[in-house]
């Protein structure tokens, strides 16, 4: 997507053919940086950070981090830990998991000799298939909007919620849940988004609202207790959010605050669409509730929120008192039975065992 009238992706590779940029997330919207990823270390430490987030863009930047270290030592030993390295990094994201496994199983398969080679390239196949798999979402979402736009008087807009940062920052680009957002402001159907600004790391916004300002979609922040008056007013057509695990049988586990969105959808009669990229389907897993590691991240971010101050600065401060302990549990999962559709790169599917069998018949 663009910014500033430029067209940029998450992460590439540079010219050296071998360290990789990242746009630096922890720091936007006040500030565009990039960063350049060097080091095993530096790749872990930007996943595990946040300096890049998403559970798409988390997957393609540790197969970056694999093939990084390939180039330092191709044995099986340091694919063994490099895998380690970088799964321990962030637990509930399943691409994780999915991209170090493609990367390992492609590559132990190889000679020593060939495998940086090898790990650069399958590691940019998996970056491409990412753009491939958001626009394929893109366009199934967009048939919802689509519907939703020819049940609304001519030129109201179409209402979308979504929940954290489902945005082309947190895939290679595009986006899950604002590939739809996009196509349907490209082709001319009205749409407003309600960012959600989801507490305690404000990704939507921080990141949500500042990839909608660049692309000119209208959309109003609202705080996180927001959703469940909007809906009982009638101003919300239809929620869409992303996800990081969805488990065989349509349990959805995304941002935490995501599970309450979808409460409040069912009670009022709501669509809610989880946009959902094949590598975040765990197949492994049919109990979301229970199978699901949620990440428990540090009380600080609850406690401390960034902002930039009147004179320009980007700082830290505290909202709650010096002493008063903070929980603070990443993730939640919303149970199949809440969620109306999954919108995957095949089709728009029921959230359910069978839905997701049909679609991915290769996997059942
Ligand atoms: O903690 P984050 O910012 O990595 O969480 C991101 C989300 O919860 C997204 O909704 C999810 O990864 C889907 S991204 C296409």
Redesign the pocket.
Known sequence: MKVQGRHYTTIWVNEDGRSVDIIDQRWLPHEFRIVTLASLEDFATAIRD?WV??????GVTAAYGMAWQMTADPSDAALDEAWERLHET?P??I?LRWALDAMRGHLKALPEADRAEAAYARAREIAAEDIEINRAIGRNGLALIREAAARKKPGEPVNILT?????WL??VDY???TAPIYLAAEEGVPVHVYVDETRP?N?GAQ?TAWELVGHGVPHTLIVDNAGGHLMQRGNIDMVI????RTTANGDVC??IG?YLKALAAADNGVPFYV?L?SP?IDWTVSDGIREIPI?E?AGDEVSLVWGRTADGAVTQVRTSPEGTPAGNP??DVTPARLVTGLITERGVVAASREGLSGLYPERS
Do not use: S, W
């Open positions: 946040m987030r998403g559970a798409p863009l988390i962030r509930t994201a691409n929940h954290c940062n489902a945005g947190a895939t986006g899950t849940a790391r990704q990141l959010v992303g996800t990081d995304n941002k995501t946009a990229p975040t990440e991240r990443a993730f």
